[in-house]
């Protein structure tokens, strides 16, 4: 199972079972007996019986005290059996023998009793080895979890790991208690349950069968993070075939103290984003309302204006002056439902509303289009328009990067003075086509990317050209719903700003290289 990149380390190899211990115990006690029938038939071989000692040691060493001491009867038994006269009978005829079968048991006893402890050892230093790679492992997912999830899953598998015992982690979200992460198949049962509701109220450990929970079959221990989120690792030991560990609590507490230092890392994770969000959109609203407060005001009260003079001064005005003021009032008003637009083209954008509809497009008749659209804020500017009825068609929405064109070629002219020159030009680039807008403005004051985001304006202060701040951010984001993007730099050939719109061509196996 993995978790990102981090993979959870393989599980211990499974201990052998108890009858299989005893199985192979006295069959290396029958092995030996093989052995020393064989060796007895051809060599004559004192204190033959001392070959017995030899499984009982293997076992002690392999499976622990009891197969060892089982593997000693096993021995003793066919000493006597095989080897001591009467053969082939239990009876023993020399009292001697009685007392070298007792010796045998009694050394059998005592090596299989070293033999345990060295072997218990050590055990006790590889599961001390294994649990501290077991707790680095742990510490290194739960630095690259991502969730809260994450983090009970990684705990769950390192305790899994520890006492190959089923393990749950329960985490306490919004007053209800739920499973979080499981490992080693733990299903926790209603009376599992209710202990474990029990703990998060008593923050006190509880043990299977004991009450409060008599009837449950795991033992709880309560995480409390310092921020005071609650959480429950349960762990089934009645399965195990060892029984339950002597003193668990010890590994149980680390690994609760790593997890509750990860879940309040996690909660303070989120509430740094969430704070950032909030910040954000405060900050955008901010922008908005400053927007709409400075620039849309203008041309709200020339119209306001100019259909109070009409009313007001109706007998005074000339036939000359009237059509003069309704076509101020006309201009302020296409400059007022342009940068209605463009806020709401910004608020498409940001609702992933924008569904581009892609066909064959000529650059040609893509720059006429825009031009025709923002022709009043073009009225008194040199429009070169250089490109090529030849040029390479696109693969667009022409709605779309008409409306991105357009943006950019109102912003050439705001920034640029009355007369100046406009040049729109196009080419390609291997398999994408361009139309770029070259102005004869001041160009780019410092650094063009903050200009792409949401109402960010090339000059500050009361004498910048009007407009909402959102030509540049349009542009961009409905070129990149259609497959293209927007590259803005300074002119090198002359003072001014480029702006170069760029998508797919149509045709691009017939590009030009």
């Not at 293209?484 to 797919?504: C, E, I, M």
Request: with cysteine; aromatic share 6%; hydrophobic share 50%.
């Amino acid at each position: 199972m993995s978790l990102g990149s981090y993979d959870f380390p393989e599980e211990t190899t499974g201990r052998i079972p108890t009858w299989l211990r005893y199985a192979l115990s006295i069959l290396m006690a029958a092995a030996a007996t093989v052995a020393a029938v064989v060796v007895d038939q051809n060599v004559h071989v004192p204190n033959l019986s001392l070959i017995f000692v030899l499984p009982v040691v293997i076992a002690a060493i392999s499976f622990g005290w009891r197969p060892a001491m089982a593997a000693a009867a096993a021995s003793i038994l066919a000493d006597n059996f095989f080897l001591v006269e009467p053969r082939y009978s239990l009876s023993v005829a020399d009292p001697a023998n009685v007392w070298g079968l007792g010796l045998l048991l009694v050394v059998a006893a005592i090596v299989s009793t070293l033999a345990a402890q060295a072997r218990r050892q050590a055990l006790e230093a590889r599961a001390a080895v294994d649990q501290a790679r077991a707790l680095q492992s742990m510490a290194r997912a739960m630095a690259g979890a991502v969730d809260r999830q994450a983090i009970a899953l990684v705990a769950a598998h390192t305790l899994h790991r520890m006492f190959a015992a089923p393990v749950a982690v329960l985490i306490d979200e919004g007053g209800e208690l739920a499973l979080a992460a499981e490992a080693g198949g733990a299903a926790l049962s209603q009376p599992d349950q209710e202990a474990a509701r029990w703990v998060v109220v008593s923050r006190l450990p509880t043990r299977a069968g004991v009450y409060p929970a008599d009837d449950a079959r795991f033992d709880f221990w309560p995480v409390v993070t310092p921020q005071r989120r609650q959480c429950v690792i349960a762990i089934r030991f009645d399965g195990l075939e060892d029984g339950r560990p002597e003193a668990p609590e010890r590994m149980v507490e680390v690994v609760g103290g790593y997890l509750s230092v990860a879940i309040d890392r996690d909660d303070y994770a989120r509430q740094a984003l969430e704070t950032r969000v909030q910040t954000t959109s405060e900050r955008l609203k901010a922008d908005l309302l400053a927007a709409v407060s400075h620039d849309l005001k203008t041309p709200l009260s020339t119209v306001l204006l100019t259909l109070q003079s009409l009313r007001r001064f109706a007998g005074v005005h000339d036939e000359e002056t009237r059509a003069e003021l309704l076509a101020l009032a006309e201009r302020e008003t296409a400059r007022l439902n342009g940068m209605v637009g463009k806020l709401l083209d910004m608020g498409r954008l940001d609702a992933g509303a924008v569904a581009p509809s892609l066909v064959r497009a000529e650059p040609a008749d893509l720059v006429a289009a825009a031009l025709e659209r923002v022709a009043p804020a073009l009225d008194d500017r040199t429009i070169a328009n250089q490109i090529r009825r030849e040029a390479p068609p696109l693969l667009v929405d022409p709605l779309l990067f008409e409306t991105a064109l357009g943006a950019v070629l109102e912003n050439a002219a705001k920034y640029s003075g009355p007369g100046a020159a406009i040049t729109i030009r196009s080419g390609q680039d291997r398999d994408s086509g361009w139309i770029e807008v070259l102005d004869a403005g001041p160009g780019f004051p410092g650094p063009i990317e903050p200009l792409f985001e949401k109402f960010a304006r090339g000059a500050e202060g009361d004498g910048r050209p009007p407009g909402t701040g959102l030509g540049l951010s349009i542009a961009r984001g409905f070129l990149e719903a259609q497959g293209g993007g927007v590259q803005a730099d300074n002119r090198s050939d002359h003072k001014g700003a480029r702006v170069r719109l760029w998508a797919p061509l149509a045709d691009p196996d017939r590009a030009v290289a």
